[in-house]
């Protein structure tokens, strides 16, 4: 497992654990000590996890072994029938989506796929989509409209692919437009921030009726580093841009931005996987059945995102 600085306390005592019962003598008082360790691990992890900086919250967003929306969709979506292509130029793989059923209930699927090793990373891209992903993106919540769908979205983003090439092809009109088609969208949408939520890129696929966000998770208009050598012209001060920022989950809820936190795993959702995933589907499926009590869900989106800007400007 990637350890991260803050972190290394906690991996000490799970070294020392996994010695211990790693000599399997049956040795009442080694399991004894086995048991007061893992007690203090427990209270460690507590501890440091319920005290994270903002900038460290980015690093644990930004874990590597944290599930991505690949991930999600294997542990939640069943028959799943991945759809590729803009129709205009290619197919972008730092955008996965599709048509499955979410727990009996036949949905679409659209997210951001960082990869979780260096080769995988690169094939997607890093998580950072150009135009034709979000067109992509487009053409799906086409499909979804046309079968009354509900729309699952995943967020993981540092932002869209800020290339030459990306941009040659129209990068910011491919995320107008797929902002445009989500407010246009009949059926109930719902966005989870599991990662990063980055920049445009991110709320290209987080105009939702309901955005659901990871505790340990960030979202922001641009990244810490970004931000840093914008407006301090020097990006060695991203832990400061990242306090400024207002980024965190905990940030986020208190100003209405998102509507609800998920819960991970003590520790990060990294150290437990399977329990976040199965934490995410609970909620969506809670949240999918209690969206049945809003009407029009086109005009509930629209006016939900302009009191963004009657109650922030």
Same mark, same amino acid.
């Given at each position: 497992?990637?350890?991260?600085?803050?972190?290394?306390?906690?991996?000490?005592?799970?070294?020392?654990?996994?010695?211990?019962?790693?000599?399997?003598?049956?040795?009442?008082?080694?399991?004894?000590?086995?048991?007061? !360790?893992?007690?203090?691990?427990?209270?460690?992890?507590?501890?440091?996890?319920?005290?994270?900086? $903002?900038?460290?919250?980015?690093?644990?967003?930004?874990?590597?072994?944290? @599930?991505?929306?690949?991930?999600? +969709?294997?542990?939640?979506?069943?028959?799943?029938? @991945?759809?590729?292509?803009?129709?205009?130029? =290619?197919?972008?793989?730092? #955008?996965?989506?599709? +048509?499955?059923?979410?727990?009996?209930?036949?949905?679409?699927?659209?997210?951001?796929?960082? /990869?979780?090793?260096?080769?995988?990373?690169?094939? *997607? %891209?890093?998580?950072?989509? *150009? @135009?034709? /992903?979000?067109?992509?993106?487009?053409?799906?919540?086409?499909?979804?409209?046309?079968?009354?769908? $509900?729309?699952?979205?995943?967020?993981?983003?540092?932002?869209?692919?800020?290339?030459?090439?990306?941009?040659?092809?129209?990068?910011?009109?491919?995320?107008?437009?797929? #902002?445009?088609?989500? &407010?246009?969208?009949? %059926?109930?949408?719902?966005?989870? +921030?599991? /990662?990063?939520?980055?920049?445009?890129?991110?709320?290209?696929?987080?105009?939702? %009726?309901?955005?659901?966000?990871?505790?340990?998770?960030?979202?922001?208009?641009?990244? $810490?580093? =970004?931000?840093?050598?914008?407006?301090?012209? %020097?990006?060695?001060?991203?832990?400061?841009?990242?306090?400024?920022?207002? &980024?965190?989950?905990?940030? !986020? #809820?208190?100003?209405? #931005?998102?509507?609800?936190?998920?819960?991970? @795993? !003590?520790?990060?959702?990294?150290?437990? $996987?399977?329990?976040?995933?199965?934490?995410?589907?609970?909620?969506?499926?809670?949240?999918?059945?209690?969206?049945?009590?809003?009407?029009?869900?086109?005009?509930?989106?629209?006016?939900?995102?302009?009191?963004?800007?009657?109650?922030?400007?």
């Amino acid at each position: 497992m990637i350890i991260l600085d803050f972190e290394k306390s906690i991996f000490e005592l799970e070294a020392k654990i996994k010695e211990l019962k790693g000599l399997n003598t049956g040795d009442l008082s080694i399991m004894e000590d086995v048991k007061r !360790l893992e007690n203090k691990r427990k209270k460690l992890l507590r501890r440091i996890y319920s005290e994270l900086t $903002p900038w460290q919250k980015v690093l644990v967003a930004r874990h590597q072994e944290r @599930p991505h929306t690949t991930d999600y +969709i294997n542990a939640l979506i069943d028959d799943f029938v @991945p759809l590729a292509g803009d129709r205009l130029f =290619g197919n972008d793989l730092a #955008i996965i989506a599709g +048509i499955g059923k979410f727990r009996g209930i036949a949905v679409a699927i659209i997210g951001h796929e960082k /990869g979780n090793d260096t080769e995988s990373r690169i094939k *997607h %891209n890093f998580g950072m989509p *150009h @135009p034709e /992903g979000y067109r992509k993106a487009r053409r799906v919540i086409d499909i979804a409209d046309k079968f009354r769908l $509900p729309l699952l979205t995943f967020i993981d983003t540092a932002g869209a692919y800020p290339g030459v090439g990306a941009e040659e092809r129209g990068q910011a009109e491919a995320i107008a437009r797929c #902002i445009e088609r989500s &407010l246009q969208f009949k %059926n109930p949408i719902i966005a989870t +921030i599991i /990662g990063e939520g980055g920049s445009g890129g991110a709320i290209a696929l987080a105009v939702a %009726n309901t955005v659901l966000m990871l505790e340990h998770s960030i979202y922001s208009v641009i990244s $810490p580093e =970004g931000c840093a050598s914008i407006l301090y012209r %020097n990006p060695e001060k991203a832990m400061e841009a990242a306090d400024a920022l207002k &980024l965190t989950a905990q940030d !986020l #809820i208190k100003f209405k #931005i998102i509507d609800d936190v998920i819960e991970e @795993p !003590l520790g990060g959702a990294h150290r437990d $996987p399977t329990t976040m995933m199965k934490t995410v589907g609970d909620k969506l499926k809670a949240t999918l059945l209690g969206s049945s009590g809003i009407s029009d869900f086109k005009a509930h989106r629209n006016d939900k995102f302009i009191n963004f800007c009657r109650n922030y400007s």
